[in-house]
């Protein structure tokens, strides 16, 4: 019974232990996917809807980068580039909103870039098939 009682403090201050460094990965988890996805662009509902004699283009800028940033949306419709400057706060979204008239889509293609000012590359570059 004795030897019993010398181990019950052993095991305790090793389960103890165990919690502890079970809540300190945990915190370090969180912490690091926070810091992780800190400081990114994202593009979200990007949409392409056809009504009745246009296409429509939409989508959502979100700003992750913890600060204000400014952004250009450039869009090629059948030659012609039609270009946005945003500027967009920290954590705020921007929704982006293109009216294609079916009688100028040309050859039925749409690109889409999107770049952070300064950038030469776009964040997003997509394009759309519309026939």
């Known amino acids: 019974m004795t030897e019993v009682r010398r181990f019950l403090p052993r095991v305790k201050i090793l389960y ?4 502890v460094v079970l809540v300190a990965l945990i915190v370090f988890t969180v912490f ?3 810091v992780v996805n800190a400081g990114y662009i994202e593009v979200q509902r990007e949409q392409l809807v056809k009504a009745d004699n246009e296409w429509i283009i939409q989508l ?4 992750h980068e913890g600060k204000t940033q400014d952004y250009i949306i450039k869009a090629m419709v059948h030659g012609v580039q039609y ?11 921007f ?9 100028i889509a040309g050859d039925g293609s749409v690109t889409l870039a999107i770049y952070k000012n300064g950038e030469a590359e776009p964040f997003r570059h997509v394009t759309y098939y519309l026939k």
């Open 60 to 63: 959502d800028i979100i700003n």
């Open 16 to 19: 103890i232990a165990s919690l």
């Open 32 to 34: 690091r996917s926070m």
């Open 95 to 103: 929704t982006y909103i293109r009216h294609i008239p079916q009688n």
């Open 83 to 93: 270009s946005e400057d945003v500027s967009l706060m920290a954590a705020r979204m």
